[in-house]
């Protein structure tokens, strides 16, 4: 059986490594001058590879669609992704967070471990390969692709196309969308396409605040996204967090931005400013305990102004910030700081706000929420339901994940799948 693959990302490359297994005649076309360049980026050039936490417990970290990787999950998971990379010598290692990453923390090395995979599979890769359009019969099967190779139109035959072209966030790797508008064209509807594991923007008095701190990354910190209209938590997390010249960013950020966007009307509370953050500085001490670290420190510290008085309780970055908030004049002595406004200052580090006013373009986004309708799909083949011999993968199904490998797994397991014989 001819197998064209469409895109040579990791669902492409798990896709061709699949179907080539059961003996057919694999070809990945890649527009790109490279396969796998958005591999090379992902968790900041080292690959996070995958996560390390049971395969049952990931559906628990995929907000778009979960259920819907259950067959997929059966077929390929998490150690059969570690087994088929040690293999080719990836030694790999866990670290915080359950992530897991190559030893030598080098996402080139897994890039060079899946072309290896493929050559020995003998599949056949065609770069700066884009194609234009997917060949159907009047029967509604797929018989070939139309596709564009250095400038040169080229109908090249297939008995099954896996269309696995990714999203849309960062258009550079090669993301621009393409395979949405292929599916659409053989009669597919495509779920909105929106930013997913995005940094998360605010503006006015919130948005001069986070650029007096650009740059802080705050650790072990925990933070609640709240619907102010409601007074209802949205979404809550503990870990990294970063602020920025536009907002916040870091993990636990965009983990939360997977929430806010499948929240109820975002949009319209966004631009009422009825979204806020809410970071809890100090998340080890209750009120109560932080109360008395302060004492002590201010009872060691009682002839020094305010201003001097926080180095042991905040970074530096945020002493200015915070004590505007307070309104205690700077200079005033420590001694001389009432109770009500102690009080008022823990409110402010157990409750330090920042409200939300939008999300960053798709283009920053790390994945793509949205894409092929998940009920035009089977989900043990992942062929679609519209047209025969036609499958995807990858990053273009709506379904996404949180942040810690779960979307580098989705695409794997997916392309797997797509790329199995179908009976």
């Known amino acids: 059986m001819n197998v064209v693959i469409i895109g040579g990302g ?50 628990k970290n995929i907000p778009g669609n979960g259920m819907f990787m259950y067959s997929s999950f059966n077929n390929f998971d998490n150690k059969d992704i570690i087994k088929m990379l040690e293999k080719e010598g990836v030694a790999t290692k866990v670290e915080r967070g359950n992530r897991v990453f190559p030893v030598s923390d080098r996402s080139l090395d897994v890039q060079k471990a899946f072309e290896r995979i493929l050559r020995k599979l003998n599949v056949k890769i065609i770069l700066n390969a884009k194609v234009e359009k997917l060949l159907k019969n009047k029967e509604n099967k797929i018989y070939g692709v139309s596709t564009n190779i250095d400038g040169k139109n080229e109908e090249i035959a297939a008995d099954k196309v896996i269309l696995a072209t990714g999203g849309k966030s960062y258009p550079g790797t090669g993301s621009t969308g393409d395979g949405y508008k292929l599916a659409e064209e053989v009669g597919h509807t495509i779920k909105k396409i929106r930013p997913s594991l995005v940094p998360l923007e605010s503006k006015e008095k919130s948005l001069k605040l986070c650029k007096n701190m650009q740059g802080l990354s705050l650790r072990n910190v925990e933070i609640k996204l709240k619907d102010l209209s409601k007074n209802k938590i949205i979404y809550e997390d503990f870990g990294e967090m970063l602020f920025t010249h536009f907002g916040v960013s870091g993990p636990t950020i965009l ?110 986004a790390i994945v793509t929420s949205g894409g092929i309708n998940i009920k035009e799909i089977n989900p043990k083949t992942m062929e679609s339901k519209i047209v025969k011999g036609l ?14 490998g779960f979307n580098l797994q989705i695409a794997y397991s997916t392309g797997y799948t797509a790329g199995m014989d179908t009976k």
Do not use: W
Request: charged fraction near 30%.
């Open 10 to 59: 990791p669902a492409g490359i798990l896709a061709a490594i699949s179907s080539a297994k059961s003996g057919n005649t694999v070809t990945i076309l890649e527009k790109m001058n490279m396969l796998g360049k958005k591999l090379l980026i992902t968790g900041k050039g080292r690959c996070n590879i995958t996560s390390n936490i049971p395969i049952e417990d990931f559906i």
């Open 255 to 364: 983990s939360s931005s997977a929430h806010l966007l499948r929240y109820k009307n975002v949009d319209n509370l966004l631009k009422e400013g009825k979204i806020a953050l809410y970071i809890d500085l100090k998340p080890a001490l209750s009120e109560e305990k932080l109360n008395e670290r302060i004492l002590r420190d201010f009872e060691g510290e009682k002839n020094k102004e305010f201003r001097n008085s926080l180095d042991k309780l905040l970074p530096k970055k945020m002493i200015d910030e915070v004590i505007k908030l307070t309104e205690i004049q700077p200079n005033k002595k420590v001694n001389e700081i009432t109770k009500k406004e102690r009080l008022k200052l823990i409110k402010i580090l157990k409750n330090f706000e920042v409200l939300i006013s939008g999300f960053r373009p798709i283009e920053e």
């Open 391 to 404: 499958f995807f993968a990858g990053e273009i199904i709506d379904v996404d994940a949180y942040t810690g």
